[in-house]
């Protein structure tokens, strides 16, 4: 069975601080996808990445970053220089290998979130 | 940017009563799915939908829960007799088809979801 463990429940961090977002998952399939998605307060999932388990370089989009280490089944975000608008709940989501007979389609299992402040 | 919608965002409804929530899908995209997230709490998965048919579903989607794509455009889910626990947001979602090896398991785009309120 499938599982994402996000530890951190709430983090507050003061504008301009660098803070990582932790995200351990476990499976059993060779060839799986994460994900991280952002709620914000107004309550929409937005996609922010997916990553191969193949792939493991870690990737860099603006303040975003992510770290993806198959030795120790983690996948962890962190935001340079936060912003206020940085604030919400991050969701980090596996989901297994495409099935031979869909081609894809396959669920998202989410982890419990970390609920991010950022204060001025 | 295309995106999903759902209707009503908030439905309100008395319990036992029968509910169908609405959503409209990416207009290329092949996969749909519906998960709810109970207040403060992870999203779930409900079930995902293929070429007219169930993919998968969850221990949370018993007999009480169907999925339907009426026409080309539509994708609604119905609780027959709705219960106190079924309160949550529920999230439509779609997906494209992979495109090829080492493409697969596109991003899910999810819509801003309808927040059901059993009383």
């Known amino acids: 069975a499938q599982k994402v463990t996000q530890a951190q429940t709430e983090i507050s961090v003061v504008e301009k601080e660098d803070v990582t977002l932790d995200c351990v998952y476990e499976t059993r399939d060779t060839t799986y996808y994460l994900f991280w998605y952002k709620q914000p307060p107004s309550g929409e999932l937005v996609f922010l990445i997916r990553?191969?388990?193949?792939?493991?370089q870690n990737e860099i989009s603006g303040r975003y970053s992510w770290n993806f280490q198959k030795s120790t089944s983690s996948f962890n975000f962190t935001i340079t220089a936060s912003q206020v608008v940085d604030s919400a709940v991050y969701f980090c989501?596996?989901?297994?290998?495409?099935?031979?007979?869909?081609?894809?389609?396959?669920?998202?299992?989410f982890g419990t979130g970390t609920q991010l402040k950022v204060e001025l | 940017e295309p995106e999903v919608t759902q209707t009503p965002s908030h439905q309100v409804t008395q319990m036992g009563q029968e509910v169908i929530l609405r959503c409209v899908p990416i207009s290329n995209h092949l996969y749909f799915y519906w998960y709810r997230q109970i207040l403060g709490q992870k999203v779930e998965f409900l079930v995902s939908f293929y070429n007219n048919e169930i993919s998968e579903k969850s221990e949370i989607f018993d007999d009480q829960f169907s999925v339907e794509r009426p026409d080309g455009s539509n994708f609604t889910l119905k609780i027959r007799s709705t219960k106190l626990e079924d309160s949550a947001m529920y999230f439509c979602?779609?997906?494209?088809?992979?495109?090829?090896?080492?493409?697969?398991?596109?991003?899910?785009?999810f819509g801003d979801g309808t927040r059901l309120s059993i009383l």
């Open positions: 979602a779609s997906s494209r088809r992979w495109t090829g090896k080492g493409d697969g398991n596109q991003p899910q785009h």
């Open positions: 990553r191969n388990s193949f792939d493991e």
């Open positions: 989501a596996l989901s297994e290998a495409i099935g031979g007979k869909t081609g894809g389609g396959n669920k998202l299992t």
